[in-house]
């Protein structure tokens, strides 16, 4: 570890925080309905769209109508991208003439692109026209993002008011996009192309190398993929290497715009509940535990990274690199540690480094900070709503040392709550360790696995995870495109984004019912630091302690026969 | 009732004994199934024991270590169901002693209802009356049921009920007019009108409180039992997928093994203990002799955010009382009040020995020797409005302001402003003038007031702290009670107040989220008592009060209020305090359990054995032995409560969070080791 690695880390985590305020304000305006700057622009076309919808379709709604209003239209995105991902050779704008995808991948890939996974089990260069990444990839990448703000902002009009109403999905989706996903997309596109990322609707280029070997040069409309893949934590890359390819990600300053752009979106989210809800406190108390569970796994891949690997250092591979295998040495240590940490704490999924070339510490935090929920600051909008469960479950423990029915920003925490809470917090852990056992013991799931003993198991383990998470990121090593792999893990994604987010839409229509009590000397105030610890506790302990046995038996298995000179 | 002067010590062998054999009684699935944590626990318990009986007929497996997991999952099973048994254990053993007291009840029937001071009766057993009966009781007579008195007044002995040897008056009308079934009338006779049917008088719900029969689980304890339940099932899948991957690295995990990591992940503390925690709360409230209709309220209690207060007898003593006097037109101070003291040595009334005492004590004022010898009193008339005395040819006088003045001969225009100063100020102050005059001359003024009890405002400055808001409710005018808030230090009052009034703060309070506690005695407090979320009723109160209310304060104490919130702050604390603790444990567990059963497949992870246990099958025991004993370790914590302090929620929370959160992370890493240590010095694992 290195100052100036830090200085890089703390000075890109630094430039996200100054962000979060701005465009936490703009935001919350945004979906409070308000006027913004670009209302002159973006009013017309808004109201034009629900119009088109037809009378009353932008009325308040309660949850079940809003659950009812997300789930349509996922099917109907999922059925869309399917039926073009199959039908891909009969359509325009495929200059490679690449042929339709096969059933179970292109199951998997809508899947992946409708929950705002992004698990890629295709080479994106390889497999996929422009029109299925413009048409169908990229239209998810911000429908799936926009989704997931709009379930945020009815939990958060939750704890606002007390109507029973939580807002029109309808609205909140379009909102999100044209205002908000849209403006950033343009903006952030545009500094990647002056960065050097490509933008064309070529097909790819034949070149002979310096060998005089012939290599194809694949490029595409990838800087505005780019954009919108970070900015909606999507994570799926153009290329099947995502990030770490220099047509994605060509300099060390592409990379820090990858890293503010993916990070500032879902963290000025908590800046704008804060708002929304009227404590702007909470916002940064949520932002808080965030940070410091954020540094924690960055601070322990970079470490575990820069430590090293002692089996390569007695081979005389040079100790004071670290460890750089599936690195790219133009962002090195500190900047693919952070990478490795935002993209996983984020549920953004992209990579820049080979996390399954990640020493096994290095490896485990990755996946560790899946398994904790997403939340840290988690995908656009699911992250939010994931760390909301969290401090309700945080209230509801603590809450009651008090000696007061808990309440989280004057809403009581009662059965109903703790039942769908329960119900939410059960998804992961019963889908990532659920397929996990059953892939390690079948010969369908073990077949896939390239390297045996514990890093095996960790291949296994980090793709379930990816997949319940919508991570997306893989671990690689693991052959996923098989029949097998593509059902279980679409199962994986599907379970992972909708039976977490009912159960959660149904907290917020059963808080937003309730009236909000005033604070009195006797509540518990979930603003202060001593909340922000709490809450890390709470994380850490409900949504890690249940993995401890899995990852003993993968990347902590591995480390310490690692130590004892073992490598498998 | 003795019991309730003496709470009974859990550890003697009265509650023990049948604690153990309850224990045992409460095995039975069909009853478990209502706490699943425990519930799972027993499966799991069954589970092993049929695998040792299989190993032993088989003669394979290794049979000493599973029948010890069995034996101490039993042992947990066994703790949680005992330390139920011993919280209801106290109850029971009062609720014997209530039932003593209407045992073989007969009933005096009136045979002429009709006919009021008629007494000639039938004798019937008391079971068989009916709602509506009249009967009569008299002197040495136990009341046969819960009833409103028609005509006559008694003093009643209603210890069996409260405790309190001293009798009280019963009468018809008013609000003293109801009678307990199980009480005994002392003196005279009473004409009764039995309200309820047998069975379900109110010492019958008392027993059937106490005893739990009709105990329900509260809101609360129901949402803490949905997470339990919850974290059960997420280790249940946590260690079943074990499985799976334990095959993948090249281990077959036996079911005991299993069995054990599962038992002590979930939650078994705080299952084992949480119906506990509830009861022994019912139970102090009891020993604070306020009877309790449903553990609801008593949890609602805990949330109280504004408490309703009569000011007559909760935060005055109810009469108005000397506290100064005012000398005007240069008379002495001394002089003053020894005249006053003259003309109030005859007064009885409270105000009047409160002057006597005020001139005596803080004015040292003395009689003159002779001064009673031919001394004439004057008594109060409702005509004069003054009383006083005549010595010789002193004439002194005290009384409402204009009597005086007409009595010295003036008029508010020849008062003086001296005299007219102090009058004012002292009303203006909430308190009452009395003037005082010596035949034609002013000699001062009387201050009278309502004296705030001692030690009233720092109990409202605890209430403050924990987050109450005090409301003061008086049928005087707003100057006097504005008066008497400040000196007192609530937080706002409710002068003039009608009951309708009082309903709609309620409301309004209730309707901005608050909940309400308060506490009356009169028929015109029932409609408020039933819409309060706490409503306290006195016992002393009318019938009519203690049906609306939720809860009945045996002392008709109304301060008691805030001990009953403490007591509702207590359960919850307590069920907090112990699930962060069960929770907080895990740690600990997974590090003692996980190396121990992968070390042999993974030499490496023996890293993971920070406590250095002895070898795989004594940790393991280990474990699950601390489990189980944890649960014995903190059953007085459970019936005790775990202590409310008023100083805010975010102090309480942060020592709280120390003692039973980091508290609940260290424990188990030196508890387990010691068992460790014991096992290996034993060599039974």
């Not at chain 1, 670009?38 to 088109?52: S, T």
């Not at chain 1, 990229?138 to 379930?151: E, I, K, P």
């Not at chain 1, 800046?271 to 940070?291: C, D, E, H, K, P």
């Not at chain 2, 189980?628 to 020592?655: C, D, E, F, K, N």
Request: proline share 5%; aromatic share 6%; charged share 15%.
């Amino acid at each position: 570890m290195t100052l100036s690695g830090w200085l890089q880390i703390f000075i890109l985590l630094i430039i996200v925080l100054l962000l979060a305020k701005p465009l936490g304000l703009y935001m919350a305006r945004v979906f409070s309905g308000e006027r913004t700057w670009l209302d002159p622009v973006l009013g017309p076309l808004e109201r034009g769209l629900l119009a088109l919808a037809g009378p009353g379709a932008g009325r308040e709604q309660g949850w079940l109508a809003y659950a009812w209003s997300v789930l349509w239209f996922a099917v109907s995105g999922f059925l869309a991208l399917y039926a073009l991902l199959r039908l891909q050779g009969l359509l325009p704008l495929n200059p490679q003439g690449f042929a339709g995808l096969a059933p179970d991948l292109a199951f998997n890939t809508a899947v992946s692109f409708v929950t705002n996974t992004n698990w890629q089990n295709y080479a994106g260069e390889t497999t996929l026209s422009h029109f299925s990444q413009m048409a169908g990839l990229t239209v998810q990448n911000f429908l799936s993002a926009a989704t997931g703000m709009a379930v945020a902002m009815a939990v958060t009009r939750a704890f606002s008011g007390s109507s029973g109403v939580v807002g029109n999905f309808w609205v909140d989706m379009t909102r999100a996009t044209l205002y908000i996903l849209m403006p950033l997309a343009i903006l952030v596109a545009l500094a990647f192309i002056a960065m050097g990322v490509p933008q064309t609707l070529e097909a790819s280029f034949a070149a002979t190398t310096l060998e005089g070997v012939q290599q194809t040069i694949a490029t595409g409309p990838v800087a505005s993929q780019e954009a919108i893949k970070q900015l909606g934590t999507n994570g799926g890359g153009f290329f099947n290497v995502n990030a770490a390819h220099p047509f994605e990600n060509p300099t060390a300053f592409s990379n820090a715009l990858n890293i503010v752009a993916m990070l500032s979106v879902s963290l000025a989210l908590m800046y704008s509940f804060g708002q929304m809800v009227g404590n702007r406190r909470q916002g940064w108390a949520l932002i808080a535990v965030t940070l410091v569970l954020l540094c924690a796994g960055i601070g322990a891949i970079y470490w575990a990274e820069t430590a090293g690997n002692p089996l390569l250092h007695a081979v005389g591979v040079d100790a004071a690199q670290g460890n750089m295998e599936g690195k790219e040495v133009r962002f090195g240590q500190a900047m693919s540690a952070l990478y490795a940490a935002v993209t996983t704490g984020l549920s953004n999924g992209g990579v820049n480094a080979m996390h399954a070339a990640l020493t096994p510490l290095g490896g485990l935090v990755p996946m560790l900070l899946i398994q904790l929920g997403e939340v840290l600051p988690g995908g656009v909008g699911s992250g939010l709503y994931g760390m909301i469960v969290f401090a309700i479950l945080a209230v509801f423990v603590a809450g009651l040392m008090v000696g007061r029915t808990p309440e989280l920003l004057g809403k009581k925490i009662e059965a109903r709550e703790m039942k769908l809470a329960m119900l939410a917090i059960l998804i992961l852990p019963l889908t990532i360790l659920g397929f996990t056992a059953i892939s390690a013991v079948m010969p369908l799931g073990t077949g896939s696995i390239l390297s045996p003993g514990p890093h095996g198991l960790s291949e296994i383990l980090y793709a379930y995870s990816s997949a319940a998470g919508n991570n997306g990121s893989a671990f690689a090593g693991l052959s996923g495109n098989t029949p097998w792999y593509n059902t279980t893990l679409g199962m994986a994604m599907l379970i992972g984004r909708f039976a977490y987010l009912v159960p959660v839409l149904a907290i917020a229509g059963s808080l937003a019912s309730k009236p909000r009590i005033p604070p009195s000397s006797g509540t518990f105030p979930t603003d202060r630091p001593l909340f922000v610890g709490l809450l890390i506790g709470i994380i850490l302990i409900m949504g890690g302690l249940q993995f401890f046995p899995a990852l003993a038996l993968g990347p902590l298995a591995e480390h310490f026969a690692m130590i004892s000179g073992q490598s498998f | 009732m003795s019991s309730t002067a003496k709470p009974i010590s859990i550890l003697s062998p009265a509650i023990l004994v049948p604690a153990l054999r309850e224990a045992i009684l409460k095995l039975d699935p069909r009853q478990l199934v209502r706490n699943p944590v425990i519930f799972v626990t027993e499966i799991l318990a069954l589970l092993v024991s049929a695998i040792v009986v299989g190993d032993l007929a088989t003669g394979q497996g290794d049979v000493a270590f599973s029948l010890q997991i069995a034996l101490w999952l039993w042992f947990t099973v066994l703790f949680a169901t005992f330390a139920e048994a011993v919280a209801e254990g106290r109850g029971k053993a009062q609720a014997e002693s209530l039932r003593r007291s209407k045992t073989n009840l007969s009933a005096k029937k009136l045979l002429f209802p009709q006919s009021p001071g008629d007494r000639s009766s039938e004798i019937i057993p008391a079971a068989s009356l009916k709602v509506g009966d009249l009967v009569l009781v008299e002197a040495g007579d136990i009341v046969p049921g819960d009833g409103e008195i028609v005509e006559g007044v008694a003093s009643v002995n209603e210890s069996a009920i409260t405790g309190e040897s001293a009798p009280v008056v019963r009468a018809a009308g008013g609000d003293r007019s109801a009678v307990t079934g199980g009480t005994e009338v002392i003196s005279d006779w009473l004409r009764v009108r039995i309200t309820t049917r047998p069975g379900e008088s109110f010492v019958d719900r008392m027993i059937g409180l106490i005893e739990g029969a009709q105990r329900q689980k509260t809101p609360n304890e129901i949402a803490l039992s949905i997470l339990l339940s919850g974290l059960t099932l997420i280790f249940l899948v946590a260690v079943v997928t074990l499985y799976g991957l334990a095959l993948y690295s090249g281990t077959a995990l036996t079911v005991t093994v299993l069995a054990a990591l599962l038992v002590t992940l979930i939650p078994t503390t705080i299952g084992g203990l949480l119906s506990s925690i509830g009861i022994a709360g019912m139970d102090r409230l009891i020993r604070f002799n306020v009877i309790a209709t449903s553990g609801r309220a008593v949890e609602a209690a805990g949330d109280v955010d504004t408490l309703l207060l009569d000011k007559t007898g909760t935060i005055t003593f109810g009469n108005r009382m000397a506290a100064e006097f005012v000398p005007v037109n240069g008379v002495a101070e001394r002089a003053l009040a020894e005249a006053v003291l003259l003309a109030s040595l005859a007064d009885e009334t409270a105000e009047g020995r409160s002057i006597v005492a005020l001139a005596e004590d803080e004015y040292e004022a003395r009689l003159p020797d002779p001064a009673q010898a031919g001394a004439r009193f004057v008594p109060f008339s409702a005509q004069t409005r003054l009383s006083g005395v005549d010595i010789g040819d002193r004439r002194i006088r005290k009384g409402a302001v204009d009597a005086v003045l007409a009595f010295a001969g003036l008029d508010r225009a020849t008062a003086g402003s001296d005299f007219l100063g102090a009058v004012e100020a002292i009303a203006r102050s909430g308190g009452t003038p009395l003037a005082v005059a010596e035949t034609g001359r002013l000699l001062g003024v009387v201050h009278l007031k309502d004296v705030v009890k001692p030690g009233i405002k720092e109990r409202f400055a605890a209430l403050r702290a924990m987050g109450i808001r005090t409301v003061m409710i008086t049928g005087d005018n707003p100057v006097t009670a504005a008066a008497i808030a400040s000196e007192a230090g609530v937080d706002e009052f409710l002068a003039e107040a009608t009951p309708e009034q009082k309903l709609d703060y309620i409301r309004k309070e209730q309707a901005g989220g608050r909940l309400v506690a308060m506490c009356g005695d009169g028929t015109n407090d029932a409609p408020a008592l039933a819409q309060a979320d706490v409503g306290v009723a006195m016992q002393s109160g009318t019938q009519a009060a203690r049906e609306a209310g939720n809860m009945v304060d045996l002392d008709s104490s109304p301060t008691k209020l805030i001990e009953i919130v403490e007591i509702g702050k207590q359960i919850l604390m307590t069920r907090g305090a112990l699930t962060t603790f069960s929770i907080a444990n895990d740690v600990a567990k997974y590090f003692a359990i996980i190396p121990a059963l992968f070390v042999a497949t993974y030499p490496g992870l023996g890293a993971l054995n920070l406590m250095g246990l002895g070898s795989a099958q004594s940790a393991i025991l280990s474990a699950v032995i601390f489990n189980a004993l944890v649960i014995v370790a903190l059953i007085p914590l459970a019936l005790r409560g775990v202590a409310y302090r008023p100083v805010g929620a975010a102090a309480l929370l942060s020592r709280n969070l120390l003692v039973y959160g980091l508290g609940g992370l260290v424990a188990p890493f030196l508890g387990i080791k010691l068992i460790d240590l014991a096992i290996t010095a034993l060599g039974i694992a």
